[in-house]
């Protein structure tokens, strides 16, 4: 085991680094108190410094490099904020990464290049009214017509809902009950058919667009298929890079968290000393980091691992391990930096609360922490578990 970064990839930290800190952190308050989007110019300049191509293929404009590459930039951009992270999020472990794997030739090279070059954006659409943990549940469906497909039904809580270009849409591709007949079809934002709801008011996520959308009789080209019926073990089996993200995004909150608290704590003084002299304020800091660490650690083994993997994917346990961990540390870890900072911490001009509010949401989004939970204990009894019965 070797716990060192590679020059290369010290390299490409430094370089995420010094761009997300030089060049976003004004963005990110303009975009959390007005709740936009990364801009098109920007998200254009993403693709030119090589961010949103870190691990796709060369051959379709990316950089090739590997998993643990990926989650190193997009750590260095979440501790700006998770919404100007959320293009790398959705380009390096997302729906990208889906289309990478299962789309066809055709799709791969239409579709990739201009995500890399930071011309389009894709999100993911899972759940329904009536489908979200319980997601073979799902009832929106795509019948084939000719050589097209129409496609019908209802998408809740999609991130990038309204914003994003291309949709990659979970749906049923026939009457198999359960998860035999479901797979995965892009839908195009501008599709006649495709109605978005409101924009919705959640407790953080601000600048990351999420909003419902109703599937009215869309048609697609047949060759919008990314994988059809019976093909939902295989998206969940992509997840597992998902779940790394996810957990990136918490780890980058909770680590810009621990440094804003860390220089607070040397610079604000009581009873004519700097607080860090105090053992409470110490005993807190050291928490703090000991769980950025293990967060850090728990992420980087299961993207390390992965290139050992049949499939080159982490695995199920490794992903959730890192995932929960860092979805409850980040909790923790805000809650403590607002403490030691107090009413600064508690104040908007400062960012703690933000991050407070931002990184509940990670716990919720991609399986819940719960969730996880279960995969978790799957994975070590070898069997999964009917949560039906």
Known sequence: MNFQLTDE??????????????????LARDMEEKDYPVPHDMLRTYGEMGFLGVNLPTEYGGLGLGHVE?????????????????PVFEALVGPVRTIERFGSAEMKARILPEVIRGEKVVAVSMSEPDAGTALTDLKTRAVIDGNH?????YKRWTSGG?????????????????????????????????????????????????ADYAIEDVRVPAGNVIIGAGGFGKLMSAFGLERCGNA??????????????????QEREAFGKPIIEFQAVQLKLAEMAMKVEASRLLIHRAAANAAHQPDGLPTVYESSVAKC??????????????????????????????????GFAWGIAGGSIDVQKTNIAAAL?????????
């Open 248 to 265: 990136t995004q918490s780890l980058g909150v909770a680590a810009a968290a621990l440094e804003a608290a860390t220089q607070y704590v």
């Open 325 to 358: 961990y860092a979805n409850e540390i980040v909790r923790d870890v805000t809650a403590m930096g607002m403490q030691v900072m107090g009413g600064y911490g508690y104040h908007k001009d400062y960012g703690m609360e933000q991050r407070l509010r931002d």
């Open 70 to 86: 990926a989650l190193l930039v997009l750590e260095e951009f979440a501790k700006i904020s998770n919404a100007v992270a959320f």
């Open 162 to 210: 309204g914003h994003s270009d291309y949709y990659v849409t979970y749906c049923r591709f026939s009457d198999e009950p359960g998860a035999k007949g479901i797979g995965a079809i892009l839908l195009e934002k501008d599709l006649p058919g495709m109605q978005f709801g409101k924009r919705e008011e959640l407790m953080g996520f601000r600048g990351i667009a999420t």
């Open 9 to 26: 990839q010290r390299a490409l930290q430094d370089t995420a680094r010094k761009f997300a800190r030089a060049e976003l952190p004004a």
């Open 381 to 389: 009894v070898g069997r999964r578990f009917d949560q039906r019965r």
């Open 149 to 153: 497909y129409r496609v019908n039904g």
